[in-house]
């Protein structure tokens, strides 16, 4: 529904699309304010560990019945299976040409369509310019992971790296059938969502095991390793907190028997452990959806709105609302949150 983070400077940071013009929306309807306007229909959330929230019921229907019965209060019409042919704007009206030939004519209009193709065509033929729609939120496909054995095997905390760009994050990382996924992987793909579909999807990516050791410190560690406990072997000590299945194919990669005594094992066996620990490369090559859950970076040009309202600078009376904008959030309850912000606050002077 939203994410537990109360601060608008932060909340931002989980934007790659959006950062600098959600700071003034947040300041007005942030996820506090989500979190009221439920508690006061009588839908209370909850929030995960990692700040992630849900209704208490763990059902979407509670949020569907709470819409529809803040509507039938309110007294809003809902018109289903009503399909527009086109929206025009005449002097300072709107016409939606419907396709049973009737007219609705309206002063002011909300553009809430998502990422739906026909939402930015109105939109586009009311004079916007919309950014090239381009999926969000991916895992990553790696054929021939020299990994996949591991499949189901998550990382507490490791670093992910685009090669050759200036895109990485860290976090999570978990290791699927087809290649990586988590949400270092998931934040990876928002960030660099253009980057990789201009590359249709084919990279490479390099993985610090370690998060945040540098080669030498690496280095340093496994010698001190090797001096302090002569006797014992990678597998018993376990450095680095990784998981064992690991360390057991990280060493057969390397041709390192996983029986092998710390003190017997040679300079250049520490310094290829240290050099996959540090920089392990794979090749991606395709993408797959994360769950069901898709987002799409692309959409209306964010310096065309007005963001205290949500009115379009071009076109007077047109509102947006939601993905239609070129918004998009890391995965956690941010889509949501933009959703029920740019909502609230177009409503106002929309009403
Ligand atoms: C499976 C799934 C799971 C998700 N889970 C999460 C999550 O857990 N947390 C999170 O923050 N985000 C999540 N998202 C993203 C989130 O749902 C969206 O960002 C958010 O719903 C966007 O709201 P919106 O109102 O802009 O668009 P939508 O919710 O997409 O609503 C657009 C509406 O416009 C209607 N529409 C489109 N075109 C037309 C047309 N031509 N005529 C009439 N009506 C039209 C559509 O039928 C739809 O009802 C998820 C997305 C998916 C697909």
Not at 43 to 72: H, Q, W
Request: glycine share 6%; net charge positive; hydrophobic share 35%.
């Amino acid at each position: 529904m939203t994410h537990a983070c109360f601060d608008p400077k932060l909340l931002i940071k989980n934007y790659p699309r959006g950062e600098k013009e959600l700071l003034g929306p947040f300041n007005r309807f942030g996820p506090k304010d989500t979190i009221d306007w439920f508690e006061s229909k009588g839908v209370y959330l909850k929030a995960e560990g990692d700040g992630r929230m849900f209704p208490t019921t763990d059902s979407s229907e509670t949020i569907i019945n709470c819409f529809l019965s803040t509507a039938e209060k309110l007294g809003v019409e809902i018109h289903t299976q009503q399909k527009i042919e086109s929206i025009e704007k005449v002097n300072d009206e709107f016409h939606l040409k419907m396709k049973d030939a009737s007219l609705i004519k309206c002063e002011k209009l909300i553009l809430a369509t998502g990422n739906s193709s026909k939402g930015h065509i109105w939109a586009k033929e009311l004079g916007h310019t919309i950014q090239e729609p381009v999926p969000s939120l991916f895992t990553f496909n790696v054929p021939a992971s020299p990994l996949s054995n591991l499949s189901g095997i998550s990382f507490e905390d490791v670093s992910v790296e685009i090669c050759k760009s200036s895109f990485s994050q860290s976090g999570p990382l978990l290791i699927t059938h087809f290649g990586f996924s988590g949400p270092a992987i998931l934040k990876l793909s928002a960030w660099a969502a253009r980057l990789l579909n201009k590359k249709e999807y084919s990279f490479e990516i390099k993985i610090n095991w370690t998060k945040d050791h540098s080669l030498d410190q690496i280095t340093q560690k496994l010698l001190k390793l090797k001096k302090n406990h002569q006797s014992k072997t990678l597998l018993s000590e376990n450095i680095f907190k990784l998981p064992k299945n690991f360390w057991r194919l990280a060493l057969r990669r390397l041709k390192i028997q996983d029986d092998k005594r710390l003190n017997d094992l040679t300079s250049k066996e520490i310094n290829e452990l240290s050099k996959l620990l540090f920089c392990d490369n794979f090749k991606v090559k395709g993408k797959t959806t994360n769950k069901e859950e898709f987002v799409t970076c692309g959409g209306v040009t964010l310096k065309e709105v007005n963001f205290k309202t949500m009115e379009s600078k071009i076109c007077k009376g047109l509102f947006f609302a939601g993905e239609i904008l070129d918004i998009d959030g890391v995965t956690g309850g941010f889509n949501f949150q933009n959703a029920w912000t740019s909502a609230f606050l177009a409503g106002m002077p929309a009403s």
